[in-house]
């Protein structure tokens, strides 16, 4: 859905109802397209998170060291790929 | 027809989720269709066409502005069925067929737009277009013209509504739905 939008078509579909019923297709796709959406905004904002993995409180700039400025990203692999 | 079939009306028996796809349908975004598919997660559909409304709808940044922005992401999105629909306010404020083709063409160009409307018009095309630039300098420039919470608010709509035209075209191409 975010890297190639196109191939979500009817096999596809069908692939996924053999997992999943109609109602959890909904659910799924309307989280992942609100995911796209917001991830993408939300980068653009450059916040952090505000605890180190041992339950810290930590400013911005040593989140951003912690955790990396810019998240390793799938549609970068494929690119890489 | 969608991949996924929208219930029909009468199965959508929630008095708030009905509530809400008759202001969808007063509105015009989304029109029934979506919301129809959105119910088979009654719980799903009353959060995400709330937000939707909200965004969309209310708030302190010009309606006919953000309908020319969402029509714009909709054809990135290449979903047809939200780049179809048209807000019946925004029409009713005097927006235009003009105006809308204008934000998704050459809109840097276009003496129609007031310096803010293009600021806010590259916002939302840089977004999902090519993201590195919604840097410092952007949100500097947006400040020049905008509020902190007015940018929220136009940031927040074009995440959700962007969101939900990727869903849709995954859904397969549909008409918007007959009234």
């Given at each position: ?45 450059k916040f952090y ?15 951003v060291r912690i ?12 690119s890489a790929a | ?179």
């Open positions: 859905m975010a890297t190639a939008p196109g191939k979500i078509d009817a096999a596809f579909h069908d692939e996924l109802r053999r997992h999943y019923s109609e109602e959890e297709l909904v659910e799924l796709g309307a989280f992942i397209g609100f995911n796209i959406g917001y991830h993408t905004f939300f980068g653009t904002l998170p505000m605890f180190a993995p041992d339950g810290r409180l930590v400013s911005q700039e040593e989140s955790y990396g400025a810019a998240p390793v990203s799938l549609a970068a692999d494929r | 027809m969608t991949h996924v079939a929208p219930l029909a009306p009468e199965a959508i028996t929630d008095p708030e989720l009905r509530e809400l796809i008759a202001r969808c349908e007063e509105l015009g975004v989304p029109d029934a269709l979506f919301p129809r598919i959105l119910a088979r997660v009654p719980a799903y559909a009353k959060a995400l066409l709330r937000a939707m409304l909200m965004s969309h709808a209310e708030g302190n940044v010009d309606h006919r502005l953000k309908e020319i922005i969402r029509v714009q992401l909709a054809r990135f999105a290449g979903d047809p069925y939200f780049s179809r629909l048209r807000s019946r306010r925004a029409l009713a404020a005097g927006l235009d067929e003009a105006a809308i083709d204008a934000g998704s063409g050459d809109y840097d160009d276009d003496p129609r737009f007031t310096p803010a409307e293009k600021l806010a018009l590259r916002y939302a095309d840089q977004m999902y277009l090519d993201p590195g630039k919604v840097d410092a300098a952007l949100y500097a420039e947006l400040k020049q013209h905008y509020s902190e919470a007015q940018i929220m608010e136009l940031g927040a709509f074009i995440a959700l509504h962007y969101g939900m035209q990727v869903f849709m075209r995954t859904l397969g191409t549909a008409e918007p739905a007959a009234r």
